[in-house]
């Protein structure tokens, strides 16, 4: 027999499972999204570098592709981009204005990662802690371009120059192992609803079971005696 805990316990554990898929099936989508991402990115690094002032106006079409950048830095108005760790040391990104000749904006490119404790840091001017749009045009005197650029290079952390940046692995992620978690946490709570329910088919003498009373148990000729 069935009782209304047992429906209880089944009806939770269906709930349960039925958001364990649903969260199985979106770490699935989440791949299919990162692998098409992925290959965006791939084919726009192939393709032939061009100069930065020829890059599509809207910026999402302008991502992830090679250029060159040819023009005057100013070191004066360099940024830093505040708390950037690198394999687990702490540091700064330094961001400089690039003036290109005939042109009013100008272009931040991204010259790589340097070690600075928190506190060399802090108080100093024209550091930003996001790298957006408005921040950067807000610490920066004239007009600058709606991208930017990453110099990419050697990556190794040297105290006599800065350590270029390098693009992501370009890799599937952690999605698929999580899908096949989750499905694994939905057959796990079906299964122990059935579990459940199979034990409470199996052993139904425990809702049926006479239960014993306490009492009087009186043989036949053996009535006490009322007059004593």
């Known amino acids: 027999m069935i009782t209304n805990r047992v429906k209880t316990f089944t009806l939770l554990a269906v709930i349960v499972a039925a958001v364990c898929v649903r969260l199985g099936f979106w770490q699935l989508h989440r791949r ?37 950048v040819s023009g005057v830095p100013d070191y004066e108005h360099q940024l830093i981009f505040a708390a950037r760790s690198y394999r687990g040391s702490p540091g700064v990104n330094l961001l400089t204005p690039i003036r290109i000749p005939g042109r009013d904006t100008a272009v931040i490119v991204n010259r790589g990662w340097a070690y600075a404790p928190g506190a060399s840091y802090a ?6 802690a996001r790298l957006a749009y408005d921040a950067v045009a807000k610490a920066v005197p004239y007009p600058v371009a709606p991208v930017y650029v990453v110099v990419l290079g050697d990556s190794a952390i040297r105290p006599d120059r800065l350590a270029r940046l390098t693009i992501p ?24 609803a059935g579990v459940v329910i199979k034990q409470s088919r199996d052993d139904p003498s425990r809702a049926m079971a006479p239960t014993s009373s306490a009492g009087v148990h009186a043989e036949r000729g053996s009535a006490p005696d009322r007059h004593k």
């Not at 990162?34 to 809207?58: C, H």
């Not at 992620?173 to 709570?189: D, M, S, V």
Request: no cysteine; proline share 6%; charged share 25%.
């Open 32 to 68: 299919v999204e990162r692998k098409a991402r992925n290959a965006l990115i791939t084919s726009r690094l192939d393709s032939a570098e061009s100069d930065v002032t020829a890059l599509p106006r809207d910026s999402a079409a302008a991502r992830f592709r090679r250029v060159h």
């Open 123 to 128: 108080s100093r001017p024209r550091v930003i």
């Open 169 to 192: 692995p370009l890799d599937e992620g952690p999605h698929l192992n999580y899908a096949i978690q989750w499905f694994a946490f939905a057959l796990i709570a079906l299964a122990g």
